[in-house]
């Protein structure tokens, strides 16, 4: 395999592939280092908000965008990035197996990671009946009674947008102090089937060998529901470039400009790792940053 390209994209997930796809498409040799390809969107049983795909499993549609990718010319190496240097601006990767590859560009698409609370029952029933993500997996919420753990705005937000769908939706909050915006907070207070539960925490999630049957809380209470949905957060995946000391925001999301460069020239982000599209984590947006990515490099190229 050759050890230099005109870009290295690091990462897959729906923002990698379609990076490789313009940077092919620009006549750019590109390769697309991953360690476990696909993200949260691979993990959905089902995806109904991505265009043209009425309903499809994620991994379908994540199958999909690799086979495009390499349809047009992308290399792939399913290996983890271990190291990430600029010396002479040239960029060196290295790899899990030792291996170099070198590039004046590169796009970070390590995307985020979904904060746990770390009780028994979630790892386990992950994507069963927990979920992080509310607009990508609401058909399983449908009629049902769901929990949503609460730690700020969006779980305000998701929890209006699941009252239209679920027949209850519980909101535990861990204490008696709101962190989400009045104007969000008084509208979940107006809706008859949220139910705000104040100074809670899950213990853990029990099942039964059909559905999850209740939550047992902290206080020793328990409450029934068929799906729990936490929205306490996430953490963007920016360890990798932290000895680039690239700017970030205080949510350590790598600030980049409209062309989705970072600070540091000729590294370029996209996806949820950044500050860009107003932090609307979908696929969608992923996609569409990724090509702009690519699009911006092509640019800098013509220009040199």
Same mark, same amino acid.
């Given at each position: 395999m050759e050890k230099n390209f005109d870009v290295i994209i690091i990462w897959a997930w729906s923002a990698g592939y379609p990076a490789g796809m313009y940077a092919s498409r620009y006549k750019m040799k590109n390769i697309i280092i991953w360690a476990q390809p696909g993200g949260a969107l691979a993990m959905s049983h089902k995806v109904e908000n991505y265009p043209w795909t009425i309903s499809a499993p994620g991994r379908v549609i994540m199958e999909n965008f690799r086979e495009h990718a390499i349809a047009s010319g992308s290399t792939l190496l399913a290996e983890m990035v271990t190291e990430l240097k600029k010396e002479n601006d040239i960029f060196k990767v290295k790899t899990s197996a030792g291996k170099n590859f070198y590039s004046k560009y590169v796009i970070l698409a390590t995307g985020n990671s979904y904060k746990k609370l770390g009780c028994p029952g979630e790892k386990e029933f992950l994507w069963k009946w927990v979920s992080y993500c509310a607009t990508c997996d609401w058909m399983f919420f449908k009629n049902r009674d769901v929990i949503v753990v609460w730690w700020g705005n969006t779980a305000v937000t998701e929890s209006l947008y699941l009252s239209e769908i679920c027949n209850k939706v519980y909101i535990l909050n861990r204490s008696y102090v709101f962190k989400a915006e009045n104007i969000w907070l008084e509208q979940a207070k107006k809706k008859e089937n949220i139910e705000i539960i104040l100074n809670e925490e899950v213990e853990e999630i029990v099942w039964d060998t059909l559905w999850m049957t209740w939550v047992k809380l902290k206080s020793g209470k328990e409450l029934k529901a068929e799906w729990i949905f936490i929205a306490i957060g996430s953490l963007p995946n920016t360890s990798l470039v932290d000895a680039l000391n690239p700017e970030k925001d205080d949510e350590w999301c790598l600030v980049v400009d409209k062309r989705q460069? /970072? &600070? +540091? $020239? !000729?590294?370029?982000?996209?996806? @949820?790792?950044?500050?860009?599209?107003?932090?609307? $984590?979908? /696929? +969608?947006?992923?996609?569409?940053? !990724?090509?702009?990515?690519? @699009? &911006? +490099?092509?640019? @800098?190229?013509l220009k040199q």
């Amino acid at each position: 395999m050759e050890k230099n390209f005109d870009v290295i994209i690091i990462w897959a997930w729906s923002a990698g592939y379609p990076a490789g796809m313009y940077a092919s498409r620009y006549k750019m040799k590109n390769i697309i280092i991953w360690a476990q390809p696909g993200g949260a969107l691979a993990m959905s049983h089902k995806v109904e908000n991505y265009p043209w795909t009425i309903s499809a499993p994620g991994r379908v549609i994540m199958e999909n965008f690799r086979e495009h990718a390499i349809a047009s010319g992308s290399t792939l190496l399913a290996e983890m990035v271990t190291e990430l240097k600029k010396e002479n601006d040239i960029f060196k990767v290295k790899t899990s197996a030792g291996k170099n590859f070198y590039s004046k560009y590169v796009i970070l698409a390590t995307g985020n990671s979904y904060k746990k609370l770390g009780c028994p029952g979630e790892k386990e029933f992950l994507w069963k009946w927990v979920s992080y993500c509310a607009t990508c997996d609401w058909m399983f919420f449908k009629n049902r009674d769901v929990i949503v753990v609460w730690w700020g705005n969006t779980a305000v937000t998701e929890s209006l947008y699941l009252s239209e769908i679920c027949n209850k939706v519980y909101i535990l909050n861990r204490s008696y102090v709101f962190k989400a915006e009045n104007i969000w907070l008084e509208q979940a207070k107006k809706k008859e089937n949220i139910e705000i539960i104040l100074n809670e925490e899950v213990e853990e999630i029990v099942w039964d060998t059909l559905w999850m049957t209740w939550v047992k809380l902290k206080s020793g209470k328990e409450l029934k529901a068929e799906w729990i949905f936490i929205a306490i957060g996430s953490l963007p995946n920016t360890s990798l470039v932290d000895a680039l000391n690239p700017e970030k925001d205080d949510e350590w999301c790598l600030v980049v400009d409209k062309r989705q460069e /970072t &600070s +540091i $020239k !000729w590294l370029y982000a996209a996806g @949820d790792v950044t500050t860009n599209s107003n932090k609307f $984590k979908q /696929t +969608i947006m992923s996609a569409a940053e !990724w090509c702009l990515a690519a @699009d &911006s +490099i092509h640019e @800098d190229v013509l220009k040199q």
